[in-house]
C-alpha cells in the first residue's frame, strides 16, 4: 500500500499565503494523477487541484490565478501553494493520489483563514 501523509495546514489571516505538502510512503515512479481535495462542514469534498501523469493541471475556478500544484518525485511529494487566501478557503485539504488504478487517500490538513 501506499501511505500519504500531509503536512502545512494552520491558521492564517486573509490575504496570507501557506504551502501544503502531500509525502508518499514509498518513491512513486508512476502515478496516474495526483492532487488536492478540501471539505468545509457541512459540504461535499470538492477538487482543488489535479496533474495527471502527463503533468495537465486541473483548478477549481474559484482557486485559479492563486494556488498552484506541483509534484516531486524525487521527494515522493505533491505540494500546493496557497496564495492570496481567503475566509472561503478555510476547509480540511486531503491529498489524494491515483496509482496504478488504486485510489489513495490522506488524512487532512485542517486550514484555517480568518478575517
Known amino acids: 500500500q501506499v501511505q500519504l501523509v500531509e503536512s502545512g495546514g494552520g491558521l492564517v489571516q486573509a490575504g496570507g499565503s501557506l504551502s501544503l505538502s502531500c509525502a508518499a510512503s514509498r518513491m512513486l515512479f508512476r502515478y496516474n494523477a495526483m492532487g488536492w481535495y478540501r471539505q468545509a462542514p457541512g459540504k461535499t469534498r470538492e477538487l482543488v487541484a489535479l496533474v495527471a501523469s502527463g503533468g495537465v493541471t486541473t483548478y477549481a475556478d474559484s482557486v485559479k490565478g492563486r494556488f498552484a500544484i506541483s509534484t516531486d518525485n524525487a521527494k515522493n511529494a505533491v505540494s500546493l501553494q496557497m496564495n492570496s487566501l481567503k475566509p472561503e478557503d478555510t476547509a480540511v485539504y486531503y491529498c489524494?493520489?491515483?496509482?496504478?488504478?488504486?485510489?489513495?487517500w490522506g488524512l487532512g490538513t485542517q486550514v484555517t483563514v480568518s478575517s
Open positions: 489524494n493520489a491515483v496509482i496504478n488504478g488504486a485510489i489513495y
